[in-house]
């Protein structure tokens, strides 16, 4: 542990991660998914390109997402969501923004070869190539580390070589896990991130991170899609249309309230029509869709001060049904 990990009280996210990557790799036979060593040394784990993953394989890449500072399990949810993941993080910032959040953008090559991808991970508290790192006052220290990238073909070597010389790991260290939008795995991964999509939120809202105490949430797991375009609306629509997030907050309670009024996706201009009909109506630019929008379909904010709790937004089963494809 860093001298400034110590000072806060916060754990080594890639410390605490190693024992669930080996579990990964050791069961991989148990789990679908494909284990194979780079020409640079660093260990690629398939969950979904050519090995079949599923929803345990993606479970336990969800809980490798936060850290290891965090559980993720399912529930039978009901007619409007019939699966459903639960997440609970322990320090839910580090856990969620320090770690899960797919913050790294990284890239190689040009035209249709060109590789592009935002990682997410423990590697990113070494790597620290995101402003955010200086607002959490956060950094970590391994010779080992994981990345996660959603994508449905393996890195080139530029990108290994990019991730081994901003985080300060040999390649024999990395362990890059790789999940498609369309797999099994993919979905449940991308649906266990409703927690850090409210914890971005109340960071993009201002509200001070370090008055989050705790945080919860649960979003529908969305089926598999044959195209990545139907994949990425369905896991967005799963925690825009189904997502729930219970935050516990310290501080005053007229600013929980107004933290839960302006919090869900509900309070978005564009909501109301399924993500991928809002892409493709702003050509696919992601910077043209409201930012506001990325946030869960209902939260309720506990202030610990007051004994108080406010809930706002709203689930849409109509909308997820029609989203998942779900016969009714």
């Known amino acids: 542990m860093t001298a400034q990990q110590a000072s806060t009280g916060a754990p080594s996210v890639n410390r605490r991660v190693q024992p669930l990557v080996e579990r990964l790799i050791e069961r991989r036979h148990e789990l679908r998914v494909g284990v194979e060593r780079d020409p640079s040394g660093a260990t690629l784990v398939d969950a979904g390109i050519d090995a079949p993953g599923g929803l345990q394989a993606g479970r336990l890449i969800a809980r490798i997402c936060l850290g290891g500072l965090g559980t993720v399990n399912f529930e039978a949810g009901d007619p409007t969501s019939p699966l459903r993941v639960q997440v609970a993080a322990e320090h839910p910032v580090i856990a969620c923004l320090g770690s899960q959040y797919a913050g790294w953008s990284l890239s190689a090559g040009e035209g249709k070869d060109k590789f592009s991808a935002l990682g997410s991970g423990p590697v990113r508290a070494l790597a620290r ?16 580390t994981v990345i996660v990238l959603e994508v449905d073909k393996r890195p080139p070597a530029e990108v290994i070589d990019k991730i081994c010389r901003d985080s300060g790991v040999a390649a024999t260290g990395l362990t890059v896990v790789l999940t498609p939008t369309r797999s099994l795995a993919g979905g449940v991964q991308i649906a266990s991130r409703v927690v850090e999509v409210a914890l971005h939120k109340v960071h993009s809202l201002g509200f001070p991170l370090e008055r989050i105490v705790d945080a919860a949430g649960s979003a529908p797991v969305p089926p598999p899609a044959t195209d990545f375009m139907t994949a990425m609306g369905r896991t967005n629509d799963a925690i825009l249309f189904g997502g729930f997030v219970q935050l516990y907050v310290a501080g005053d309670d007229d600013e929980a309230r107004s933290l839960a009024e302006r919090l869900p996706c509900t309070a978005s201009k564009d909501y109301g029509r399924p993500f991928a009909q809002i892409f493709k109506d702003v050509g696919y630019d992601f910077y043209k869709i409201d930012p506001q929008l990325f946030a869960p379909a209902e939260v309720v904010v506990s202030c610990l001060g007051s004994g108080r709790s406010h809930h706002s937004g709203r689930r849409d089963a109509a909308l997820l049904a029609a989203s998942m494809g779900w016969s009714r």
Request: charged share 45%; aromatic share 12%; no cysteine.
């Open 129 to 144: 190539k995101e402003p955010l790192f200086d607002e959490l006052g956060y950094h970590d220290q391994a010779d080992r």
